[in-house]
């Protein structure tokens, strides 16, 4: 029988598992009296232990005032969709079992009936559809007649040396056993890493669904990965991003630093529109066709740094490429009196204003997110007002501009705006809420403070962020806290719902998330400052948000933190229970980076070794840990021994491991055994050495990858986590707690 504390924290998991998020939104078509709009969602279905994902069709008037919805229709089974301009026609990508055997079909319907059904298996000419967020694409052509997406490479059957043959094969067996070689059945395939297991070589792949053919482009160099493809107005050209595998595949999630180009394919030939050197992404054509703009930074350096926006008119004969937005140090003055960090997000894959002179695009900054406006005949940059919330940009037609937006104490809706060019003094872009998130109980009670520090001491970067939420107040001492630094390093925490931490401070704690010095939103010398202080200036801001926190919220209790971190952030709380074994009375590690020296051969990301300082790294240029220096990963060249040894008990000494014999709390590992990114070795390696040293360990070893975000692992995971810190430092034993029961 479950214990009253485990009903408790499954009922609030239930309760706020009820809140769907809003994945996207698009707008189908702008009238004068009334607007489109079709809006993706996705829900946890507890009982089916997976995500659901279901879509809503709303009417707007002209002054954005919902007219209708639709009920929702379940489309969890589609893994890509589009429709033609007009709306006549929608293509929908799906997965299906038929004989015991799973096949991907492109289905094409019309307003009333499937029109035709490809089985992309049976026509055979490429692999499985790409579905993930860093190479896909999936749209019709400017006429409505043929749909572009990214597949992967067909390769040629394999064929042991020896196999009996039998006497009763068919023409079509025969023939396929002519066409396979012998001997390369077991021939490695290189991927391009965590989450993207599977993908070898992409390819470009045009579906005409006039002649019912497909087609893969040619011609693009064999040492590429081509993705991210649109259509061209003219019906002929494509554009796409393609990224350089050779001589090895380096991870692709959230490493926006691979070396890739822009690239034009167009009557069969492959063209680079942008500079050597550089990694891009996102390319996007205004809908006059004439200009295209996409991000850009220099290859190598910090996995998630700061980039640029880039402008190129497409039909100039000199095709100038220019700058609309640099690289940000630290800040830069906008208008409207604002500040600006540079840019660090996507582009939403329609971001331009009807007349092609205004681009619309969202950045974390600081510990938010926010939406801008773009000139590019001024370069100038206009923030959109807001308030505290977090506003990101999901689709724009017509003017007509569709938001997401979210805070922590209030899960994503669906919010849009009309712009016009007085927005362009003021950056006001009047909204309407279209949907609205249920109130979550006990929700009354709770509060979030956005707050800032700078230390007042020689360092060169002096500032960062953190982010409480918890309950307004208390009586003094009787609310236990717990600190979260998020992993990447180079990422942030926003003001965005999340699903874990509304847990927590349901069930009676504080939460602090920190946006230590490394952290994106922050300028790029802020990612940079990092690079050969990990384990130092992380952890020192960790501790000093800690502080801070008591001091400010007098409500908390400083007998009773805990620490709880993923990735470079479990990294983070292994090293803070070891640095300040006092302070921190229980520990929760997901995934925790434990021994750089002895995981960055193992990792998909070899490349980036943040226990280096730049010039180290410079010393150090021939070696796997170059590149956040910019320079080019190369394993070709070996350094002198005596080098080898040092880099290597650099990367040792400021690991965690180095801190193991001093950590007394309780701690609790939850390990992916299908982790690429930090291989489940390393959280083993600590568990082991907890024991060992009579600590109080526990771990979970679930068969998941990084995020450990599945279905039925996430729950688990969540569950578990809350209630170590429930038997650690327990909300009930303090008073004036606002807890739900």
């Given at each position: 029988?479950?214990?009253?504390?485990?009903?408790?924290?499954?009922?609030?998991?239930?309760?706020?598992?009820?809140?769907?998020?809003?994945?996207?939104?698009?707008?189908?078509?702008?009238?004068?009296?009334?607007?489109?709009?079709?809006?993706?969602?996705?829900?946890?279905?507890?009982?089916?232990?997976?995500?659901?994902?279901?879509?809503?069709?709303?009417?707007?008037?002209?002054?954005?005032?919902?007219?209708?919805?639709?009920?929702?229709?379940?489309?969890?089974?589609?893994?890509?969709?589009?429709?033609?301009?007009?709306?006549?026609?929608?293509?929908?990508?799906?997965?299906?079992?038929?004989?015991?055997?799973?096949?991907?079909?492109?289905?094409?319907?019309d307003k009333h009936k499937l029109v035709k059904n490809y089985d992309l298996a049976v026509l055979d000419v490429h692999g499985d559809v790409y579905t993930d967020s860093e190479f896909s694409s999936f749209e019709w052509s400017p006429n409505q007649t043929k749909i572009l997406y990214i597949a992967e490479k067909k390769l040629p059957k394999s064929k042991p040396f020896y196999k009996q043959k039998s006497l009763n094969s068919e023409d079509k067996d025969k023939k396929e056993e002519n066409e396979a070689s012998a001997g390369n059945e077991y021939l490695y395939k290189a991927h391009w890493g965590e989450q993207l297991v599977g993908k070898h070589k992409p390819v470009v792949a045009v579906l005409?669904?006039?002649?019912?053919?497909?087609?893969?482009?040619?011609?693009?160099?064999?040492?590429?990965?081509?993705?991210?493809?649109?259509?061209?107005?003219?019906?002929?050209?494509?554009?796409?991003?393609?990224?350089?595998?050779?001589?090895?595949?380096?991870?692709?999630?959230?490493?926006?630093?691979?070396?890739?180009?822009?690239?034009?394919?167009?009557?069969?030939?492959?063209?680079?529109?942008?500079?050597?050197?550089?990694?891009?992404?996102?390319?996007?054509?205004?809908?006059?066709?004439?200009?295209?703009?996409?991000?850009?930074?220099?290859?190598?350096?910090?996995?998630?740094?700061?980039?640029?926006?880039?402008?190129?008119?497409?039909?100039?004969?000199?095709?100038?490429?220019?700058?609309?937005?640099?690289?940000?140090?630290?800040?830069?003055?906008?208008?409207?009196?604002?500040?600006?960090?540079?840019?660090?997000?996507?582009?939403?894959?329609?971001?331009?204003?009807?007349?092609?002179?205004?681009?619309?695009?969202?950045?974390?900054?600081?510990?938010?997110?926010?939406?801008?406006?773009?000139?590019?005949?001024?370069?100038?940059?206009?923030?959109?007002?807001?308030?505290?919330?977090?506003?990101?940009?999901?689709?724009?037609?017509?003017?007509?501009?569709?938001?997401?937006?979210?805070?922590?104490?209030?899960?994503?809706?669906?919010?849009?705006?009309?712009?016009?060019?007085?927005?362009?003094?003021?950056?006001?872009?009047?909204?309407?809420?279209?949907?609205?998130?249920?109130?979550?109980?006990?929700?009354?009670?709770?509060?979030?403070?956005?707050?800032?520090?700078?230390?007042?001491?020689?360092?060169?970067?002096?500032?960062?962020?953190?982010?409480?939420?918890?309950?307004?107040?208390?009586?003094?001492?009787?609310?236990?806290?717990?600190?979260?630094?998020?992993?990447?390093?180079?990422?942030?925490?926003?003001?965005?719902?999340?699903?874990?931490?509304?847990?927590?401070?349901?069930?009676?704690?504080?939460?602090?998330?920190?946006?230590?010095?490394?952290s994106a939103g922050m300028g790029s010398k802020n990612v940079e400052y990092l690079q050969g202080n990990v384990g130092n200036v992380d952890v020192q801001d960790c501790v000093t948000a800690t502080k801070e926190a008591l001091k400010r919220y007098p409500w908390l209790n400083p007998d009773q933190i805990g620490i709880t971190g993923g990735s470079h952030g479990g990294f983070l709380v292994t090293h803070l229970s070891g640095q300040h074994p006092d302070l921190y009375k229980v520990v929760v590690a997901r995934n925790p980076v434990i021994d750089i020296a002895a995981m960055f051969t193992i990792s998909d990301i070899p490349d980036c070794r943040n226990a280096l300082t730049k010039e180290e790294?410079?010393?150090?240029?021939?070696?796997?840990?170059?590149?956040?220096?910019?320079?080019?990963?190369?394993?070709?060249?070996?350094?002198?021994?005596?080098?080898?040894?040092?880099?290597?008990?650099?990367?040792?000494?400021?690991?965690?491991?180095?801190?193991?014999?001093?950590?007394?709390?309780?701690?609790?590992?939850?390990?992916?055994?299908?982790?690429?990114?930090?291989?489940?070795?390393?959280?083993?390696?600590?568990?082991?050495?907890?024991?060992?040293?009579?600590?109080?360990?526990?771990?979970?070893?679930?068969?998941?990858?990084?995020?450990?975000?599945?279905?039925?692992?996430?729950?688990?995971?969540?569950?578990?986590?809350?209630?170590?810190?429930?038997?650690?430092?327990?909300?009930?034993?303090?008073?004036?707690?606002?807890?739900?029961?």
């Amino acid at each position: 029988m479950a214990s009253p504390q485990v009903e408790k924290i499954v009922n609030l998991y239930r309760t706020l598992a009820r809140n769907p998020s809003l994945n996207g939104a698009k707008i189908l078509q702008v009238k004068q009296n009334e607007i489109s709009i079709l809006g993706g969602w996705s829900q946890r279905n507890l009982e089916r232990r997976m995500n659901q994902k279901f879509c809503q069709n709303y009417i707007l008037d002209s002054k954005l005032q919902l007219l209708s919805e639709s009920f929702p229709i379940d489309i969890t089974t589609e893994l890509l969709s589009a429709s033609t301009e007009d709306e006549q026609r929608r293509a929908v990508l799906r997965q299906a079992t038929v004989d015991n055997t799973t096949k991907q079909f492109i289905e094409i319907w019309d307003k009333h009936k499937l029109v035709k059904n490809y089985d992309l298996a049976v026509l055979d000419v490429h692999g499985d559809v790409y579905t993930d967020s860093e190479f896909s694409s999936f749209e019709w052509s400017p006429n409505q007649t043929k749909i572009l997406y990214i597949a992967e490479k067909k390769l040629p059957k394999s064929k042991p040396f020896y196999k009996q043959k039998s006497l009763n094969s068919e023409d079509k067996d025969k023939k396929e056993e002519n066409e396979a070689s012998a001997g390369n059945e077991y021939l490695y395939k290189a991927h391009w890493g965590e989450q993207l297991v599977g993908k070898h070589k992409p390819v470009v792949a045009v579906l005409d669904t006039t002649t019912d053919t497909i087609s893969v482009l040619s011609n693009i160099p064999d040492e590429l990965s081509p993705g991210q493809v649109l259509w061209m107005n003219d019906n002929q050209g494509i554009i796409g991003v393609a990224w350089k595998h050779e001589p090895r595949h380096l991870g692709l999630i959230a490493c926006t630093n691979r070396l890739s180009w822009i690239f034009l394919w167009k009557n069969g030939e492959f063209k680079k529109l942008s500079s050597d050197g550089c990694a891009v992404r996102c390319p996007r054509l205004s809908p006059n066709g004439k200009n295209l703009i996409w991000l850009e930074r220099e290859a190598g350096g910090a996995h998630n740094n700061a980039h640029r926006l880039m402008h190129l008119d497409i039909e100039s004969k000199k095709q100038m490429v220019n700058i609309l937005i640099d690289i940000v140090p630290t800040s830069i003055a906008i208008k409207n009196s604002k500040q600006f960090y540079g840019l660090y997000g996507r582009l939403s894959r329609r971001c331009w204003s009807d007349d092609s002179e205004y681009i619309f695009l969202s950045t974390p900054q600081q510990n938010n997110i926010r939406s801008y406006i773009v000139d590019i005949k001024a370069k100038a940059v206009i923030e959109i007002l807001n308030d505290k919330s977090s506003l990101t940009i999901l689709d724009v037609k017509n003017d007509v501009i569709a938001f997401l937006q979210t805070s922590l104490l209030d899960p994503t809706v669906l919010v849009v705006g009309k712009f016009d060019t007085k927005a362009i003094d003021d950056g006001g872009i009047p909204r309407s809420k279209i949907t609205t998130s249920t109130t979550i109980p006990g929700s009354e009670n709770l509060m979030y403070d956005l707050c800032d520090y700078d230390y007042d001491n020689s360092d060169d970067i002096k500032h960062f962020n953190y982010i409480y939420f918890g309950p307004k107040g208390g009586d003094d001492k009787s609310v236990p806290l717990i600190i979260t630094p998020h992993g990447g390093p180079h990422m942030n925490y926003a003001n965005q719902f999340v699903l874990d931490y509304y847990l927590f401070v349901l069930s009676g704690f504080a939460v602090v998330q920190v946006n230590y010095r490394g952290s994106a939103g922050m300028g790029s010398k802020n990612v940079e400052y990092l690079q050969g202080n990990v384990g130092n200036v992380d952890v020192q801001d960790c501790v000093t948000a800690t502080k801070e926190a008591l001091k400010r919220y007098p409500w908390l209790n400083p007998d009773q933190i805990g620490i709880t971190g993923g990735s470079h952030g479990g990294f983070l709380v292994t090293h803070l229970s070891g640095q300040h074994p006092d302070l921190y009375k229980v520990v929760v590690a997901r995934n925790p980076v434990i021994d750089i020296a002895a995981m960055f051969t193992i990792s998909d990301i070899p490349d980036c070794r943040n226990a280096l300082t730049k010039e180290e790294k410079i010393k150090y240029h021939h070696d796997v840990c170059s590149a956040e220096a910019n320079y080019h990963f190369d394993e070709s060249k070996l350094l002198p021994e005596e080098a080898q040894v040092e880099m290597v008990v650099k990367m040792f000494k400021c690991s965690p491991i180095i801190h193991v014999g001093k950590v007394k709390a309780p701690t609790l590992l939850c390990i992916g055994s299908n982790d690429l990114r930090v291989p489940p070795s390393q959280g083993k390696l600590w568990y082991q050495r907890l024991k060992a040293n009579n600590v109080k360990t526990k771990l979970l070893l679930y068969e998941d990858n990084h995020p450990l975000a599945t279905g039925p692992v996430e729950i688990d995971n969540v569950i578990n986590t809350c209630l170590w810190l429930h038997e650690h430092i327990s909300p009930e034993k303090s008073e004036g707690v606002n807890s739900q029961e």
